[in-house]
């Protein structure tokens, strides 16, 4: 079955870590780029970071640069955004999304960009 599940969300206090993973199956990650989103409440979905299938040429939104980190197994068919000094404004539901890039070490900062998405988890950033 085609699908990609998103976990490790939850509530932490600013300032706080947390990671999030996202498992694909029904297809081999290593040929797919992999982007992560977020939607908080009463606004648009935002990128937030992407990685190339082979993880070279990461990509990230200014507001969350120098925090997040994302990474990927191939192996293990899984990716993961490993947030760090995280801020009220980080609370949203996060998404992670596959789609086949065209450009060697370039993925996609835009939606329309991937295929398949997860079902999201919250991540609640407050004291």
């Known amino acids: 079955q085609l699908q990609a599940v998103e976990s490790g969300g939850g509530l932490v206090q600013p300032g706080g870590s947390l990671r999030l993973s996202c498992v694909v199956s029904?297809?081999?990650?290593?040929?797919?780029?992999m982007g992560w989103f977020r939607q908080a409440p009463g606004k648009e979905r935002e990128v937030v970071s992407c990685?190339?299938?082979?993880?070279?040429?990461?990509n990230y939104a200014d507001s969350v640069k120098g925090r997040f980190t994302v990474s990927r197994d191939n192996a293990k068919n899984t990716a993961y955004l490993q947030m760090d000094n995280l801020k009220p404004e980080d609370t949203a539901i996060y998404y992670c999304?596959?789609?086949?890039?065209?450009?060697?070490?370039?993925?996609?900062?835009?939606?329309?960009?991937?295929?398949?998405w997860g079902q999201g988890t919250q991540v609640t950033v407050s004291s």
């Open positions: 029904g297809l081999t990650l290593e040929y797919y780029d």
């Open positions: 990685i190339p299938d082979r993880g070279r040429g990461t």
């Open positions: 999304a596959v789609g086949y890039g065209d450009t060697q070490d370039v993925c996609a900062m835009e939606a329309r960009g991937y295929d398949l």
